[in-house]
């Protein structure tokens, strides 16, 4: 009787977060749809960012202008996010390319991975 008991709650409790997800979901696809209204900067699921242009709900398809004149006509389910102009989800800093890279040396021999010309004067060394 006790493991019953106990199946049944793992059942209820089961059900119960598959109804709060759904109904979660359901609240985040509503507020989406609130926000993609033509004008607002979209990303679309493959990364492309982009200006909202318009929406067709019969053919489910959306336009977005890309860049100046370049409009593209995507699946209204690729519109993955609306993008606030406050938050940056582009990494705007640029690596420094005058950085330098450490260098270890092992007692004269090449790093793994670090290319060396082959000379005569080594190979006879080695041969030693």
């Known amino acids: ?12 409790a089961f059900a119960a977060f598959m109804f709060y997800n759904s109904r979660k979901r359901k609240k985040q696809q509503s507020e989406l749809a609130d926000k993609m209204v033509p004008g ?3 990303m679309l699921s493959f990364g492309l960012y982009g ?5 067709n709900d019969e053919k489910v398809t959306a336009d977005v202008e890309i860049a100046p ?3 593209v006509t995507v699946h209204r389910q690729t ?5 606030d102009d406050s938050a940056s989800d582009i990494e705007t800093t640029a690596p420094a390319e005058d ?9 004269g021999e ?3 991975g670090e290319r060396v010309e082959d000379t005569d004067a080594q190979k006879r060394k080695s041969d030693d």
Request: hydrophobic share 55%; proline share 5%.
């Open 1 to 12: 009787m006790g493991q019953e008991v106990i199946l049944i709650v793992i059942v209820v």
């Open 51 to 55: 200006t909202l242009l318009s929406v």
């Open 69 to 71: 004149g370049t409009i």
């Open 110 to 112: 090449p790093v793994y």
């Open 40 to 42: 607002a900067k979209v």
């Open 99 to 107: 950085e330098s890279k450490p260098v270890a040396e092992l007692n």
């Open 79 to 83: 519109l993955s996010r609306v993008v």
